[in-house]
């Protein structure tokens, strides 16, 4: 997971070569968004991809279980889940009560399609929660 340090710094890179004009920008640490609003204006044709890791909760039952995949949204129709490409797992598997994060980022996403040069890639990492079901008890 980038910390706020990383992000911020490739905000003042995007500022600097003028590709986004930025007034605010999720960021999430851990798996939790400290700052939930953002709106880019879109520059230069440049594409912002969301991605949203999946969050599963569930309550203990002594079996492996799992949270698998995520959701993504552009700021253009035509860029498709073709267009780019995951390198990390993007699965979380336990056994045993607690939260259990993907840990994905944005470093773990790239462009492969040559017709966007200008592709940003904002992360909310996904997660595994299970818990024990005998504190309703």
Same mark, same amino acid.
């Not at 400290?34 to 440049?46: P, Q, W």
């Given at each position: ?32 968004? *400290? ?14 991809? *969301? ?7 569930? *309550? ?10 995520y959701t993504f ?15 990390? *797992? ?7 009560t607690g939260t ?38």
């Amino acid at each position: 997971m980038e910390s706020n340090f990383a992000v911020e710094k490739k905000i003042r890179t995007m500022r600097k070569k003028r590709i986004l004009h930025i007034v605010a920008i999720a960021l999430v640490m851990g798996g939790v968004i *400290t700052a939930a609003s953002s709106m880019l204006k879109n520059n230069d044709n440049t594409i912002v991809v *969301t991605i949203k890791g999946n969050i599963k909760n569930v *309550t203990f039952n002594g079996q492996r279980q799992s949270s698998i995949g995520y959701t993504f949204k552009a700021s253009s129709d035509s860029y498709t889940a073709d267009d780019f490409v995951c390198y990390a *797992t993007d699965s979380v598997s336990a056994v045993n009560t607690g939260t259990y994060p993907m840990r994905i980022s944005s470093n773990d996403f790239c462009n492969v399609n040559p017709n966007y040069k200008d592709v940003v890639f904002v992360v909310e990492d996904g997660c595994l929660q299970i818990s024990d079901d005998s504190a309703e008890e």
